[in-house]
């Protein structure tokens, strides 16, 4: 996307414009932190739907709405991390809204202009809930293996509130993208488990004691822009307050097609042959 000398930076119409400066982070550092994407009057539209599916108002969605920090089993009342997948499947009115114009555009800078929009995904981590922990991971740990693409992800996490230590903001591990393997991912076991990604969606890798941790405090209606190969993962919320949190990721399009292809939509209710592909990231 060319950038003229008279253009804003920033937030303007349905594009989000950034800077040499922020684009470079990106891919040298594996995420930025953009500010002032979404002003009030834009988040109040799509905060009302996203509190629908936090309430467990939208039935019918199977494995794709289930706690992220524990077993699909879980009662709701004791959900600690809210997940709803493909909230777009499940409500079609959040198609083409301006949080999803303004990620496209952001992530079009960062890849190139065939990225296109792979999956959604709201995450909220309820108050007082030290338990609402999201495993040390790389998001590519949970997608099948495709060497033959360029993996290149742009995953915009729009902050519907202040994200911060106390109520368990994003951690990431800087440059750890940039190393050639992927570090080992296992599914988090629990007694009395037979297969444990059916069990449990959630995997979990490892922070090694050289690892620099930062934390990645984001305020609300800003975002946050990691890649599918750095470390990351989040503490519990030990605070009085939510964090909830919109997610967006954009890939290049060949490999979106290609996940198609095979059956693969980021759904929890695909099916998929999971030991097959934890073998592949570890051989």
């Known amino acids: 996307m060319a950038v003229d000398q008279q253009t804003r930076f920033g937030a303007k119409g349905s594009e989000y414009v950034l800077t040499e400066d922020q684009i470079r982070d990106f891919h040298e550092n594996g995420y930025i932190i953009l500010d002032d994407v979404l002003t009030e009057e834009e988040l109040a539209p799509i905060e009302a739907i996203y509190d629908v599916f936090m309430n467990g108002g939208v039935p019918d969605m199977g494995r794709d709405f289930c706690d992220m920090s524990g077993p699909y089993t879980r009662a709701f009342e004791d959900y600690q991390i809210v997940n709803a997948v493909l909230p777009r499947v499940y409500r079609p009115e959040l198609v083409g809204n301006i949080y999803e114009q303004r990620a496209e555009s952001i992530s079009r800078q960062l890849l190139g202009?065939?990225?296109?929009?792979?999956?959604?995904?709201?995450?909220?981590?309820?108050?007082?809930?030290?338990?609402?922990?999201?495993?040390?991971?790389?998001?590519?740990?949970?997608?099948?293996?495709?060497?033959?693409?360029?993996?290149?992800?742009?995953?915009?996490?729009?902050?519907?509130?202040?994200?911060?230590?106390?109520?368990?903001?994003?951690?990431?591990?800087?440059?750890?993208?940039?190393?050639?393997?992927?570090?080992?991912?296992?599914?988090?076991?629990?007694?009395?488990?037979?297969?444990?990604?059916?069990?449990?969606?959630?995997?979990?890798?490892?922070?090694?004691?050289?690892?620099?941790?930062?934390?990645?405090?984001?305020?609300?209606?800003?975002?946050?822009?990691?890649?599918?190969?750095?470390?990351?993962?989040?503490?519990?919320?030990?605070?009085?307050?939510?964090?909830?949190?919109?997610?967006?990721?954009?890939?290049?399009?060949?490999?979106?097609?290609?996940?198609?292809?095979?059956?693969?939509?980021?759904?929890?209710n695909d099916k998929i042959n999971w030991t097959t592909h934890l073998e592949s990231l570890e051989s």
């Open 113 to 268: 202009d065939t990225a296109t929009l792979d999956y959604d995904q709201f995450l909220a981590k309820r108050p007082k809930k030290g338990g609402a922990q999201f495993a040390w991971h790389q998001d590519l740990g949970y997608w099948p293996s495709t060497p033959q693409f360029d993996t290149l992800t742009a995953t915009v996490s729009l902050a519907l509130d202040d994200a911060n230590d106390e109520n368990g903001c994003l951690q990431v591990v800087p440059g750890s993208h940039t190393e050639p393997r992927l570090r080992p991912h296992r599914p988090m076991i629990r007694a009395g488990a037979g297969n444990e990604r059916e069990e449990s969606h959630t995997l979990a890798a490892q922070v090694a004691d050289g690892d620099q941790v930062v934390s990645v405090p984001v305020k609300r209606g800003s975002v946050s822009v990691h890649n599918e190969r750095i470390l990351h993962g989040s503490p519990g919320n030990g605070s009085e307050r939510w964090r909830r949190t919109y997610i967006v990721a954009y890939r290049h399009k060949d490999l979106v097609d290609y996940e198609r292809s095979i059956g693969f939509t980021h759904s929890h």
